[in-house]
Each structure stands twice: as C-alpha cells, then as structure tokens.
C-alpha cells in the first residue's frame, strides 16, 4: 500500500512542468482598481490600474538607488463591449497575465452610470476572480481621469487608499460605504434600493464656502474647496433597480446614513438657538439602529421612524452655557429640529425626484406579508412614492467634552 | 472483515453527519431557495423530520433480525431472485450517487479553485481516493471523519460568524415563502430524500445491534439537517432569497464575502480544505456501501475485489453529463424522482413481506 | 652528485614496477575452508584451476557449511560435555577458541589450596573481567581453601558451596553454555577430577559512566540517561521503581552472537496479553546478531512500511518509568543506551517529561506551541505554495506585491527555490552531525552567510523562502521523537509536491490519505491514533495537560487492569478534617 502512495507520487512528480493552472507570482499582473466609462458605440472603456511589484518592492525595502523613478502603478486602457472582454483584450498588449484577484475598488463613470448598470453587473458577478467585496464608486468626472490623477502621497497604492477610505467614511458619514455585494444585490431587490459614493477630482478653489451653516458638507464631490488638487469622497448617487437616477450632497447623506443606521460619527453645525448669528458644533453618533414601522393595510402605506442620536458638544463660539439643563434643552430641541427637518426633507426627494426607496424601508414592510406571492403583488417600489413618512428624531446629548462650564467673556 | 468491526457511537454518527453535510457545499441550497423562497429553513426541519421517519422505517425492519444487514434481510424476505433484484437496484442506487457527487464536487472545484484543470484529473483523484478509503476500511474512515470533525465544525462556524456582518434579519420574511405548499411538501420532499439512512442500513453490523442504528441514524439526521437549517438561514440573510438563488455554488459565495478588516478577506479557499475532505468521504463511504450491497448479494468473503470495476464504473458514470447545468439536473431528477424507490418505498416492501411471511408461516424458516 | 644522477635516470628512463601480489579476494573461498577440515583434498588456490573440481568444490562447500555454524559447536562429539580429565578439558578450550592464535583468551593453571591439592585451571576473557573479582576469585580458592571431600563428582559443588566468593555462580557441565558465559565476561573454572565446571560471574568491562542525556534534553527533571550495560540500565529503572512487582524477564536474540534483551513490566499493571504478545515477538526473531534497540525496533514492529514510528525510543529511564506506571512494557537491550517502550501512540510520542515536571499552566502552554510546531513543520511549505501559486487571492494585497516584487529577480520557478532550500537545509543538517566540533563554528557562519545572505543578495533565491524553510526546520526540532521527526519531514515533501500541484484541493488529498494511513495504523494492538482515533478516556494528559491533582486515571487504551492511579483528591492536605496525608500514593 505504501509503495502505492510512494509511486503515485513519483509519477505525480514528473508531471510538474506547466501543472495545469499554477501561476507564478511573477506570471501575473495585479490590477488593483477598474474603471468603465461610456466608450464610442455601444462599447464601454475599460481602465485597469496595474501594480508595478518591483518599484512597490522597492519602496517598502527601502533597497535601490537612485536612477529614474519608476511608476508604481501602469494605467492601461481599451475598448470592449462588456468589461470582461477589456480585461481579456489587455492581455494583448501585456507580457504577463492579467489577473482581477486584488481588484479593490470598481470605479464607475457618472454617465455610464446613468444608462444602467445591469449588463455589466453581470459579468463581474459571474467571473470567479472578481471580489464580492471590492468598494464601488460613481465616479463625476470620467473615470479614467479620476484614476490617473489620483495619487495619495501617504499609500504606496491606491488599493490600499481605497480600502482605508471605507474606515474614513465612518468618521464624517458623508457619503455610504457600499461593497459590490450589496450593491448587486440592491439592483436587484425590490425593497432596498442600491446607493453608492460620489468620488471626484477636486475642482474648486477656496472660491465658495457651504451655503447654510448648518449643511456642513453640502457639496458633491469634487465640489468641497481644498488647496490640494486631490480626490474627494464625498456624497452618493442614488439608484432605482441599476439605473442612476440623481445625486445627493454630502450633507444629505448624513441623513441618509442615519436613516439606515449606518451612520458611525459625522459633525454638524447649527445655529445657535440663543444667541443670534453664533453657531455650535456638534458631533452626532447613532445609540442604536432606528426603529421603523410600516403598515400596509391601508392603500398608501404608513411609515414610521425613530431615529436616535446622541449627540455632544464641540464648539461653543458663543459662550453660552450649554451644559446647564435648561440650555441644554433647548439647544437639543434645535438639533432635533434640523435633523428631523432634513430627514423629512431627503425622504420627500426620494419620493418625489428619485422614485426610490434607498433607506430599505420595504425590508420592514416585508414582515406584513405571509408568503412571496403577496409580496410581488403588492409591488412595493410602486407604491413607495405614495407612503406617508412619518420621522421622529430621539435626541439627548450625553457629553460635553472636556469642558463643564463655559464662562462668558467679558464683552 | 465486515461484522467484526464495531465502532461506538460517536464515530458512526459523525461519519453519517459528514457524508450528509456534503450536500450543502454543492447546488443543493440553491435549488432548495429556489423552491421555498426565504423560507427554506422550513423545508429543512420538515425533511428533517421526513428523514427520521424513515429512520423508524429502517428500524423496524432490522429489528428482528439482529446481525443481519438489509442486504441479508432482502434476500431472506424475498426470495433469491427478488431480493437479488433489489440488491442490485441498491447498489445501483450508491453507484449513481458516487458518480454523480464526483461529478459535481469536481465541477465545483474546477469553478471555485483550479479553473485550468482539466476535469479528468480531478475526477480521477476522487475515485483513486475513494478506492483507498474503501480498501483501508470502515474503521479507518469512521476515525478519520472522527479527528477532523472538530476542524470542520470550527470552519463552518467561523465562516458562518465572518459574514455576521453582513445580516439582515428582515431577510427572513415574509415567512412562508413560496407558499406552505411549496415549503413544506415540496422543499420537505426534496431535502428530506438522504441517502444515508439506506447506507447506516447496510452497515449496520458495525453498529452495537438495531437499537444503536436508530439512535445513531437519528442523531445522525439531526445534526445534519441543523446544517442545512443554519446554512440556509445564513444564506438568506446575507444574501436576501433574490440573489441568492442566483449562485451555483451558496456556501463558496458566502466564503467570499468575509471581509474583517483589511487582513483577513478573500479566505475561501482554506474552506477548499474542509470541504475536499467531506467529499472524499463521501465518495468513499459511497462506493464502499455499493460494495458491500454485491458482495452481501452474491455472498462473497470479502468486498475488496469489487472495489476496482465498481469504481471505473463511477468515473464512467461521473464523464456522462455534457456539461455542469446538466449535472445539475440530474442530480436533481435523481433526488426528486428516482432516490425515493429505493430509500423508502423499496424497504417498505421488504418491511410488508417480512411481516406478512412471519404472520403467515410460523413454521416457515425465517 | 651521483645520487642524483642516479635519480634522474631512474625516472627518465622506464622501470618496471615491482610486481607486488596485491591482495584479490579469490571466488573459491569454498575451496580453502574444505581444506582445513580434516581427511578432503586441498585443490588449488589458483582462480579457475580445474572447473570440473571448483564446481563439486562449492557443492559440497555447501554441504559442509551447516555443519560448520554455530559459535561452540566444534563439531566432535567428545568435546561437548565437561570430562574429568583436566587436560582434555583445556585441549577442548584450545580448540573452540583457537588458541594461542586468538590472544584474547587466557587460561591460567593453578592449584586449588586444598589438602591434598587439586589442579585447576581458569577461563577467561581479557578486559571482559573484573580483576579485582579475579584476583579476589584466586585468593580464595588458592590460599583460603579448607578441607574439601575427595569424592570426584561432589568435588565441583563442594567448590562452589565453600569456596567460591562469587556473587553469582552456576555449575555447568556442557561446553556450549559455558562457552556462552565466558564470551560475557564470566570466568570458567575447571577441576581436576570433575565432570562439571564452575562457572563464575566476574563481568566488569570499561563503559562509559552514567551521564546527562544527550539528545532528549530538559530542563527540569532527573537528568540521567542509560548507558550500554544492560545491568546499569536495569539498575536505574529499579531505583526508581522500587517495587516487587516490576518483573524482568531476559530473553536472548542473536544466532552469531547472543544478546540479552529485557523485557520489564509492572506485573499487576500491565496487560498480560500485552506482555505475552511482546516475549513472543522478541523470542521468534531468528537473525545473526543486533546491536542496537533501533534494530530490534524494526524487527518487532507492526508495520515496517508506514513512515510512523510504532514505538517510544528514549534515553531517559524517568520517561521509561513513567510509562510503566502507566502499564506499558519496556525494551532493554544490552550494549544499547536507549530503550523501546510499547505501545505507542502518536500523542504520547510528542510529549516529554517537562511538562510532567511543570505546572499544569506552563505544561499545556508547553504543549501547545508543540502543536502548532508540529503542523507548521507538516504543512508550511505545501501551504505556502499552494497560496503563492494557486490562490493568490489569499494573500493580503500589499504582502502579495512585496513577495512579486521580490521574486522578479530570482531565475527559478518557486518549486524549485524551494526543495533547493529545503535540500540544503537537509544538508546542513546532516553534515551538522558529522563536523569535527574544532572546526564546526567556522562552518557554521560559514554556512550561514553562505546559505542565507549571499543567496539572496545573488538573488537565487528569496528572502520569504529562506525565512520559511528556517521557520520550518526550526519547528521539526521540536517534535521530542527522533523518528517522528524525520517521519514529519517526509511528509512535508510529499505535501509540498501535492501543493505545487494542484493547490489546496493537493493538499486536501495528501491529509486525506495521511490521515486514512495513520488512523489505520496499529501498534501493539493499540490503535496509534487513540484516544481520538477511537475515542477513549484520555486520562486528563494528551494535548492539555490538567492540573496533575486531576489526573487520576490511566489511559485506557492500554487497557491497564488497575484503572485508578490516585483517589477522588490525592491531595491529602486539601481535606479540611485533616485526615492526614499518605494516602494513594507509594513512595
């Protein structure tokens, strides 16, 4: 019996030259971020943003002197009906084979957007080598452009960059963070419509500031004034099946994110409520995932829901006393207001311009239904429109930072 | 050497949970989806329950004979022709579900893993495999499914605990899914059809006498359909029943969502690992069960020589379907249609017989 | 001047060179031995004289050759048995050992002192003996000696009764035996007149003192290890295991030459079964001769095939005991220092005293790095490649690059890199054994520099692999077995193949069909894989180790016939009415 082993190893041995299907690492060509742009016709362009080993070996060893510098990453572009097909056609022009597996972020042009998403969705889908977990962005510019001229000076690769990005957005909640598998999986579904981030090249100067104070972060992406010509995440497109139907801010995905209770950390600015012409800065965190009623008995549905915040102080300019009790109340019946405003505004925009429910509220509505027969009958993206929105917004402010009593100025 | 090893408890149950657990790697959730909706976890307690009754079934039947495998109680009950008949329509049975298993686990593989891999290799590796596992011995691969079970149990669960954050409970609903018609009969039907029942029937020797077979088999049927259950669960909850039906392969698409943090993603091929190894036994406890149903009808000694022509058999059975949608659908014809002659209405003939000869003939031998 | 000359000449010019017979080991060996017993022709020497005559030459060489086997057996009846005569006797001794060619024997003539006198004569082996024994021997029976009866047959056993100081004393009257106990160091005494002789144990040969352990080192623990007398060895087991029921059966191997072997069990501990089981295989082996327990390792063992060792092959008799207690059965040989325990299983052959001799915390932690050092050695480089080649999804993006990055100079395919480091290693390792320790630190950087920096920095190979074949031998040295070692190390070239080839699914079939091999393996009718392979009771001591107060059953694979080794709480000061202690436990 052993012998048997021992010759079947052997034999396996002599089969190793060109054993099916291994790959060297040096066979291979990583390409860490995907583009798709409108292309002439009905073709698409393709862009695949390769990894260049030696320098990002290099880079990290610390080893090699100086000479010219090499690129970390090649920029490859071509034209193709689906993005699989691109990916196969730039195997013509490499040397090495090109491999999707550290594909990390699928970047994806506004128009191209706008046309619908379902063929391409598909293919990616389908392909072994794609990554459920890779990070979709809707690009405003065309994608290309975005991913030539995005250059982190902090990472060694924009993989990197984009992975850290997702961490970044829990910090601002300024625009969602969407994977691939949830994205499909929305194009798809009937009650939750997919979002996914805006992502620009920063277009203005220091021209402009926010319009109200209190819409901190009210710009698309590209739009937010920065010194450094780089790329800003900031704001999403909103769906309706895989067809973009609009854009919201930043500031409006603020709420967005709390309405789905994906919201971690954001800021915000309001008003003082006392006194005249002086903001406060708050800092918001979400206690727990909002509670949401639907019914369905009647012909428009009814929904309701709580969202709680908790918000804490950050910047009194002002100097009034907010941490006394009474002050502190009204500046919570300000705060609650805004939101409470806003989100009733967002969900009427949703309801009216996009047709689409992209806060998942028919997952909830789904609970009222026996079987899925009845679900499909009752056509729930039908009937969003029409739904009765009904947003309660439970706030305390539970910190105040390091501070316990703010003493007034001499004015 | 059948007969002369025993093997306790634990062993047999967890030799007959992994060779149950195997379905669930493959296309069988999916179909399952597709047919109750959300709630294919009901349709995996009904089977559940559908599978310990026919547990009770086996029971009764070698209940009066001590000692005796089905194999023997057939062809005692039946006759020499009939029961030879039967015999051969059992282990035909084995036969077309090792070959059809090969198949699909080597597609799956070719799929997820070794996408330049011709499929004769991977075909052959698991029939060489199953040889040896069924040349070695039952003893050697009850204690093998038993030494690495724990590693199998704490893959599923990390698998199923990395996708945690992932679920959405309000998945789950509306409850009853396609419709109780479709979800309890229909789905209980399809996940309910096992083979292992037939199989613990035929070594039963092994065990310590038919009240063991029953508490082995049903604990056997528990552990595996709460598998089933919790897959299926996890499954619509990740996924949300409408895409989900969408994968060949569910539980391989589950491993390539876990996404915690920036180290630890794309994991799924350690998962290749767990689930290589169940379908080597599978395959190997397969081919050995159809063995032995020959040699127990013909009456030979010992059941290795068949083990050779049996087994190129299967890879010629494995090679017939054109092309992996098709394999799909036969399997699925197989289970649906087919597996419920010889597991359930098969036995109940020989259990009729049986009982009618003893009410009949009490001076009758036998 | 003229030397020289004369020395140029001498090389210019052609010399034959002197013909020299050299030495040709001839094909008719056959024919030499014939000639030597008495009465056949001597043919010629010549190769190929006269074939008719070579040819019968080896045939009834052939014939003869049983005859002419066997240590003792000199052929002629008359010199079997001891005769009264003294002088036949010593003619007889000449001739089995072939004095006065053969100088290690020596016979020494001397006169019992008794009245009237009696001659006599010594046998003995020299440097096998003991000469203080000796001499004292010789005092005794030549100065000290009394009256004894002139009766010729009781003269022998009257001798030993009365006059022989020696520790350990037989009467003898067959030459094969006392030829038998000359040749381990006893000294044979003839008496004039006796048809018996007297056979004295005066073993005492150089050894080597008892000392630490080489190869099975701890850190705590006794630190003495058993050396190649057989008695020495014995003796250290006794001292630890003081007590009656300790057998020690001896059974003798060898047709050339005998050794002793000892088999050693707790009577009332170990299955007798077992035991039976053990004396049986050892007693049937027939071979010429077997120098060393690894020898009668694989003499004795189940599967000779399977690349698991089936026994425990230890130097420590505190490991020894312990298996003892626990009811196994032990495996002397003499002239070897280590010793076979049976039966073995695969658990018990990664553990070691030290965390016996710890606290349970540090024994588990102990135990635990073990296991994972285990699978890294076994599975590392198959599972490195199986990643790097097949699945480079795997690995974490930023790791993948750097390992690109660094294998974009290196010429080879990975396979190779990698068995060339693994080879080297190998190589390292083996010539490791064999330096002379002068030079041996010199080689070591040596080897270092050469295999570690200067390879990389030639970029033949890179700098993942060299840190992973370290990695790798480093955690083979851990596996306390030598053999399980080396059995670990040939399976991870099996696994790395199998993971060149065809990924993870290769090595998911190289664990299939190890674990089917292994789990089929028996030793001593003890399935190796217990007590997981079929599940039994543990006894509290396989991967954790318990608090040693919890270990209170032996392991039941054994099948011990006294199940408990200590009470419900062997810690008798625990117990609050202080019922005292002492209690269980033997000293």
Redesign the interface.
Known sequence: ???V?VL??LL??I??QG????????E?A?V?ALGLDRGPGQNIQGTFQI?N??????Q??GGGGGGEKEEPLITVSTIAPLPISAFNLINVERSRQI?L??A?AYIISEDLAREGLGNYLNSL?RF??T???AFIYISRCKAIDFMERNRPDLE??P??QY?LVSRTFRLHALAPVV?F??F??GT????RQPVAPLVNITQEDFAGGPSRPEALGDFLAGDMPSNKGESQFLGAAVFRMDKMVGTLTGNETRYLNMLTGEMHFSFMIIPDPIKEGAVVGVSLKQARKPVIKVSTDRERPRISAEVFIEPELVGVPSGTNYEDEKQMGALEAAIAGIIGDSCRQLVARTQEEFRSDIF?FG??A??N???????RDYDWLDKYPQAEVDINVNLKIRRTGLMHKTVSTVN | MDGKIKFGMAEAVVLLTMSNMARIFLSFPRALLEMSGPAAWLSSITGMGLAVLQAYLFYHILKPSPGQNIVDIANKSLGNIAGTIFNIIFASFFLAVAALFTRTFSEALIITALPSTPISVLLTGFIMLAVLGSYIGLEAMARSARLTYPFVLSGIALLLLGVSPKWDLQQLFPILGNGPVNVFAMGGLISGAVTEILLAAVIVKSFHGPEMFLKITSRAMLMGFTYLTVLSIVLVITHGWNTAQENTLPFYNLARLIYLGRFFQRTESIFIIIWGFIGMIKVALTLYAAAQTLAGTFRLTDYRPLLWPLALIAYAGSIIPHDMPSALRLESMLIREVAWLPTVALPLVILLVSRIRKRSGPNESG | MKNLIKQVLRVLTYQEPPSREGFILKENYFDKKMADSPGKQPQSQEQGGQDGSAVQGRRRARSLRRAVVGPGNAGDSDTGKVSTILDRNRAAIEKIYGLPVNRDIVIRDYTIGTEPPVKSFLVYIDGMVSRADLNFLMQSLMLEAGEISRDPSASASAVLQRLLPGSQARVLDSFKDIVESVNYGDTAIFIQGSPKALVVETKGWEHRPVEKPRNEQTISGPQESFIENLRANTALLRKIIRSEKLYTEMIGVGKRFRSDVAVMYMVDLADPELVKEVKRRVSSIEVDFITDTGMLEQYIEDSPYSLNPQTHYTERPDRVASYLAEGKVAIILSGSPYALVVPATMYSQLHTGEETYLRWQYGTFLRYTRTFSFYLALLLPGLYLAAVLYHQEMIPTDLLLAIAGNREQVPFPTVVEMLMMEFSFELVREAGLRIPSIIGSTIGIVGALILGQAAVQANLVSPVVVILVAVTGLASFSIPSYSLAFAVRTYRFFYLIMGAVLGFYGITIALFIQIMLTTSLKSFGVPYLSPTGPRTYPGGDVVNRLPIFMQRRRPDYINPQDNIRAPEEPRGWVKSDGEGGGDGRQN
């Open positions: 019996m052993k012998a082993k079947a190893m396996l041995m089969s190793l054993c099916w299907g291994s790959r060297e690492t040096d291979l990583y860490l990894a080993p030696k320098v990002i070996a290099g990290a060893g491999s597996l550290h990390n889908n072994r080598e990554r459920g977990t060694t690769t993989a990197k992975e994977q598998h949830k499909y999986t798809k579904s009937r009650d998942g997952s909830h789904r609970k239904f026996l079987t899925v027969q009845q679900w």
